[in-house]
């Protein structure tokens, strides 16, 4: 899978901004298909509201977005964190006012959408952000809206990008998100045959997502244990930590008070957890 590969510089350093524009600015764009991935284009083809508020996040060179506009569609927002790459998009589509293009943090990125197509965003993000990540959609989309696209069904040795498998993501965006479809993908580009998962998750608006720090855990031991803590309290239908411990993502109706966590977990003078 050659097409996957993206570093020019040691993956051990921040994926931040600069490190992104890098990528752009020297053309090494290895996960680039240099066209809407055909399981997207299958996805938007059947997609019924034309006017409906589109979020492409990270996105790179938004094959997606051109699509999108092809087909009718007449609010799209794309959002991307490298500066050379947005200049060339706001360049590309001046003229035209159905798209967007936010040169941003997408984790600080405020607003309402129908849909967020989701395009090798998730993977090129450290994992320890995967739980922000759901917290952030869940805060994007309106009522009843959808997150969709694509997952890596695979592993990597190294990242970006970073894989995973069906059962890691049902964990993690099970309760916040309504599961409509998660399969192996059977249009993918050939590169890329087997090793990605199609999705559709829909908002579940009757559930409260809230994102905490979390100090004072050092191990996957510890984690498991106060995770489990969590998930016994009496509202609570998913709590997910992340990789690093740094924090954890709670599903419940209604929100648990942030005293009532505190005290779960004040066994351990370490432990503190303050809500995002």
């Known amino acids: 899978m050659n097409d996957l590969k993206c570093c020019i510089v040691t993956c051990d350093k921040p994926l931040d901004q600069a490190y992104w524009d890098n990528q752009y600015i020297a053309h090494s764009t290895g996960w680039d298909l240099g066209q809407v991935a055909p399981p997207i284009q299958s996805y938007i083809n059947q997609y019924p509201n034309k006017e409906a508020r589109v979020l492409i996040p990270g996105c790179g060179n938004t ?40 040169l941003g943090d997408f984790f600080e990125h405020q607003g309402q959408y129908d849909l967020i197509i989701e395009q090798t965003f998730f993977c090129a993000l450290p994992p320890q952000m995967r739980e922000r990540y759901v917290w952030k959609m869940h805060q994007l989309l309106a009522e009843n809206g959808k997150l969709a696209g694509l997952l890596f069904n695979r592993e990597f040795e190294a990242g970006p990008p970073f894989g995973g498998n069906q059962e890691s993501y049902k964990l993690l965006f099970q309760k916040a998100f309504v599961l409509n479809v998660m399969e192996v993908s059977h249009d993918s580009v050939a ?49 997910s930590m992340s990789s690093d411990f740094a924090t954890v993502l709670i599903v419940s109706s209604p929100e648990i008070a942030l005293e009532v966590l505190q005290q779960i977990v004040s066994y351990d003078a370490k432990y503190k957890i303050v809500k995002i």
């Open 191 to 239: 590169a890329r045959a087997d090793a990605e998962l199609r999705f559709e998750f829909q908002k579940n608006p009757e559930l409260q997502v809230n994102l905490y720090t979390f100090e004072g855990i050092t191990c996957q031991g510890c984690s498991s244990t106060v995770t489990s803590k969590f998930q016994e309290i009496q509202g609570v239908e998913n709590v």
């Open 63 to 102: 094959y997606e977005a051109e699509y999108l506009l092809a087909q009718g569609f007449q609010n799209i927002t794309v959002i991307d964190i490298a500066p050379s790459l947005v200049q060339t998009l706001k360049e590309k589509f001046q003229d035209n006012p159905n798209i967007s293009v936010v």
